[in-house]
C-alpha cells in the first residue's frame, strides 16, 4: 500500500464550481497534513495545512481531516481557471521529520 | 531575499558520467531536502539533513550522495548517471518544525541521462 494516495485525476469542473480533492494516508501515527499547488512547470507552493480533525478554512480553500478514517481532503469553492494545477498531498509520517507526498490529482477549470 | 537557488536549470548527461547539483538557501533553514519528481509523479526523498554535518537517506536514495559542511549549502552529488535518474530535481528548506512543515523550494533543475 502506498504511503499517500491521491487519485491522479484529471478532474474537470466548470468555472464557479467546488472542486473537491481526496487524499488517504497509511501511517496511523501520523500528525501533520498538508495541501500543496503545483503549477504544469514550476515547483511547488503551500497552500494550507491542518493537525487538528475537523475543518480549517482559508478564503476559498477548506481542509478537511478525519484522523479516524485516514483521509484528508481539500475544498476548493468557486474555483477559476487559475486554479488549474496538480495538487499534491504531503504527509509528515511519525517516524520522521520529513513529508511524503502524494503522485497528486491534475486539476482543470474550464471557463 | 533570494530563497533557495537551484543551479543548473537544466542538463545533459551521457551515461555513466558525474556531476553534481547546487542548493544553496539564505533563510538560515536547518532542514534541507532533496527530492526528485518523474512525470506524472509526486516528489521522492531523494536525501535530507537536519543541519550541517548531519545527512539521512530518503526514499530513493541509490546513485545519490550529499554533503551539508555549511547551514546554507547542500549539494547532491550524481555518480555513474543512469537514464533512471532522468527527472527534475527540487531542493527544498525549512524551519523543521513538523506543525508547519511548510517546504520552500528551488525552481527545479531539469536534468536528462542519454
Known amino acids: 500500500q502506498k504511503e499517500v494516495e491521491q487519485n491522479s485525476g484529471p478532474l474537470s469542473v466548470p468555472e464557479g464550481a467546488i472542486a473537491s480533492l481526496n487524499c488517504t494516508y497509511s501511517?496511523?501515527?501520523?500528525?501533520?497534513f498538508f495541501w500543496y499547488r503545483q503549477y504544469s512547470g514550476k515547483s511547488p507552493e503551500l497552500i494550507m495545512f491542518i493537525y487538528s480533525n475537523g475543518d480549517k478554512e482559508d478564503g476559498r480553500f477548506t481542509a478537511q481531516l478525519n484522523k479516524a478514517s485516514q483521509y484528508v481532503s481539500l475544498l476548493i469553492r468557486d474555483s477559476q481557471p487559475s486554479d488549474s494545477a496538480t495538487y499534491l498531498c504531503a504527509v509528515n509520517m511519525e517516524y520522521g521529520n520529513k513529508l511524503v507526498f502524494g503522485a497528486g490529482t491534475i486539476l482543470r477549470v474550464k471557463s | 531575499n533570494a530563497g533557495v537557488t537551484q543551479t543548473p536549470k537544466f542538463r545533459i548527461l551521457k551515461i555513466g558520467q558525474s556531476m553534481t547539483l547546487q542548493c544553496a538557501q539564505d533563510?538560515?533553514?536547518?532542514?534541507m531536502y532533496w527530492y526528485r519528481q518523474d512525470p506524472g509523479m509526486g516528489l521522492k526523498l531523494i536525501y535530507y539533513s537536519v543541519g550541517a554535518g548531519i545527512t539521512d537517506k530518503g526514499e530513493v536514495p541509490n546513485g545519490y550522495n550529499v554533503s551539508r559542511s555549511t547551514t546554507e549549502d547542500f549539494p547532491l552529488r550524481l555518480e555513474l548517471a543512469a537514464p533512471s535518474q532522468t527527472s527534475v530535481y527540487f531542493c527544498a528548506s525549512s524551519y523543521g518544525r513538523r506543525d508547519t512543515g511548510e517546504l520552500f523550494f528551488g525552481e527545479g533543475s531539469r536534468l536528462t541521462v542519454l
Open positions: 501511517d496511523r501515527g501520523s500528525q501533520s
Open positions: 533563510m538560515n533553514h536547518n532542514y
